[in-house]
């Protein structure tokens, strides 16, 4: 992945700071050796010295999700110089992500690139941190091993008009949006044009406040359990939409039906099942 989509990434999760103190919102993204991206921000506290950096979010985030080795990690701040990590988040990160290429960059499009051996030659300690009281054995076999989060990576965004579901025309099946993936995943839409139906996976970032069990105005008005009809409150926000597909240039997928609204994360793309 090239340092500037990574930055991207750390620049687009500063909106996700609680900076109110500071007002100086940071965003990190973090690369894993499996090519996961995860983010974070930097969160505060009136107590001021409970401010976490963004990127110790980020590095406690990916090691919650069960990622334990790393590659490259960016940061984006408004500022000049670009920001570096500060001393305790090196030391941190030392321990737990090893010799990571430190990306830095800002607002105004300036990058700067480092290693964090250069930032933090002679770190405290010498414990290896995966030498976890937990082995991995038993983390694989514990029962409840379902319950922990997923973090899944959108591969792509929708574009269109439409900025609430509101505003999404009833003759949506009609409508022209286009599905935008991320360049550096475009080989996979490989022969992808040869599809008339496709599905879109997305994930509706906007959808709050589901219920288990309601009346469903797409089936009758009847009460149905949100598993039991495709209500898009529900409890992973998930949702699957099969639509025309009219165009595939590069990376920019043309598609007729789609009711998302602009901004959708999408999650994958698949054909299909045909009949
Ligand atoms: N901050 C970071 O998130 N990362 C850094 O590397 C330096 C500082 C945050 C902490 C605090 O919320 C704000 O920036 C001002 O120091």
Redesign the pocket.
């Given at each position: 992945m090239k340092a500037e989509t990574l930055l991207e990434a750390a620049r687009a999760s500063r909106s996700r700071?609680y900076?109110p103190?500071?007002g100086?919102?940071?965003?990190?993204a973090l690369l894993t050796e499996e090519g996961a991206v995860i983010t974070?921000?930097?969160?505060?506290n009136a107590s001021y010295g409970m401010?976490?950096?963004?990127?110790?979010?980020a590095l406690f985030t990916a090691i919650h999700a069960g990622y334990r080795s790393f590659k490259k990690i960016a940061?984006a701040?408004d500022c000049t110089p670009p920001?570096?990590?500060?001393g305790a988040?090196r030391q941190v990160l030392r321990e737990m992500a090893g010799d990571l290429e430190v990306i830095s960059g800002n607002l105004n499009g300036e990058m700067d690139i480092s290693t964090l051996s250069a930032l933090f030659p002679r770190p405290f300690g010498s414990l290896s941190w995966d030498k976890n009281p937990y082995s991995e054995e038993d983390q694989q076999n514990s029962e409840d091993n379902w319950r922990v989060s997923v973090s899944f990576h959108p591969v792509g965004c929708v574009a269109n008009g439409y900025e609430t579901p509101q505003a999404i025309p009833s003759n949506y099946k009609e409508l022209l949006s286009q599905v935008i993936i991320d360049p550096e995943l475009e080989e996979g839409l490989y022969r992808l044009g040869e599809e008339e139906k496709i599905n879109v996976i997305s994930y509706l970032h906007r959808a709050k406040n589901y219920t288990l069990k309601e009346k469903r105005s797409g089936r009758g008005n009847e009460v149905y359990g949100v598993f039991a009809c495709r209500a898009p409150l529900r409890p992973n926000s998930i949702a699957q939409s099969t639509v025309n597909l009219v165009e595939v240039n590069k990376n920019v997928l043309t598609v007729r039906g789609l009711d998302l609204i602009n901004g959708t994360p999408v999650l994958d793309i698949k054909t299909v099942m045909p009949r």
């Amino acid at each position: 992945m090239k340092a500037e989509t990574l930055l991207e990434a750390a620049r687009a999760s500063r909106s996700r700071a609680y900076a109110p103190y500071s007002g100086f919102p940071v965003g990190a993204a973090l690369l894993t050796e499996e090519g996961a991206v995860i983010t974070g921000s930097n969160i505060e506290n009136a107590s001021y010295g409970m401010a976490v950096c963004a990127e110790r979010i980020a590095l406690f985030t990916a090691i919650h999700a069960g990622y334990r080795s790393f590659k490259k990690i960016a940061l984006a701040a408004d500022c000049t110089p670009p920001p570096t990590p500060c001393g305790a988040c090196r030391q941190v990160l030392r321990e737990m992500a090893g010799d990571l290429e430190v990306i830095s960059g800002n607002l105004n499009g300036e990058m700067d690139i480092s290693t964090l051996s250069a930032l933090f030659p002679r770190p405290f300690g010498s414990l290896s941190w995966d030498k976890n009281p937990y082995s991995e054995e038993d983390q694989q076999n514990s029962e409840d091993n379902w319950r922990v989060s997923v973090s899944f990576h959108p591969v792509g965004c929708v574009a269109n008009g439409y900025e609430t579901p509101q505003a999404i025309p009833s003759n949506y099946k009609e409508l022209l949006s286009q599905v935008i993936i991320d360049p550096e995943l475009e080989e996979g839409l490989y022969r992808l044009g040869e599809e008339e139906k496709i599905n879109v996976i997305s994930y509706l970032h906007r959808a709050k406040n589901y219920t288990l069990k309601e009346k469903r105005s797409g089936r009758g008005n009847e009460v149905y359990g949100v598993f039991a009809c495709r209500a898009p409150l529900r409890p992973n926000s998930i949702a699957q939409s099969t639509v025309n597909l009219v165009e595939v240039n590069k990376n920019v997928l043309t598609v007729r039906g789609l009711d998302l609204i602009n901004g959708t994360p999408v999650l994958d793309i698949k054909t299909v099942m045909p009949r």
